[in-house]
């Protein structure tokens, strides 16, 4: 069973910056794919970003293209998204997500994106203000 825990949402200003975070444990599999995905309410999910565990390979949408990035700490099972130069748009509840059993394919970043991903954090909200 996968657990994610994510934490480092917050509050802050148009450019600023965040760090996301995700701890996952039981993603043992040798193929699986790791994304972040955000969501307002009563909007569609999208996927931000995706790492492909096998290699390590990234992937973004173009929302994000340049001022987001996912990486990983292999050794403390901890997943994180670097957000730079945020604007108000980018505020949503942002989730840590794990499929199993596949590596990432390019459909998995973009508006609805996320269908096919079977492990799910609880959510942190970032909140970007004008």
């Known amino acids: 069973q996968v657990h994610l825990t994510e934490s480092g949402g917050g509050s802050v200003p148009a450019g600023g910056s965040l760090q996301l975070s995700c701890t996952v444990s039981?993603?043992?599999?040798?193929?699986?794919?790791l994304g972040w995905f955000r969501q307002i309410q009563g909007s569609k999910r999208e996927g931000v970003a995706t790492?492909?565990?096998?290699?390590?390979?990234?992937n973004y949408p173009p929302s994000v293209q340049g001022r987001f990035s996912i990486s990983r700490d292999k050794a403390k099972g901890i997943l994180y998204l670097q957000m730079n130069g945020l604007k108000p748009e980018d505020t949503a509840m942002y989730y840590c997500?794990?499929?199993?059993?596949?590596?990432?394919?390019?459909?998995?970043?973009?508006?609805?994106?996320?269908?096919?991903?079977?492990?799910w954090g609880q959510g942190t909200q970032v909140s970007v203000s004008s």
């Open positions: 039981g993603a043992d599999d040798e193929r699986h794919c």
């Open positions: 790492l492909n565990h096998a290699d390590g390979k990234t």
């Open positions: 997500a794990v499929r199993d059993q596949f590596s990432c394919f390019y459909w998995n970043v973009g508006v609805g994106a996320g269908a096919d991903f079977n492990y």
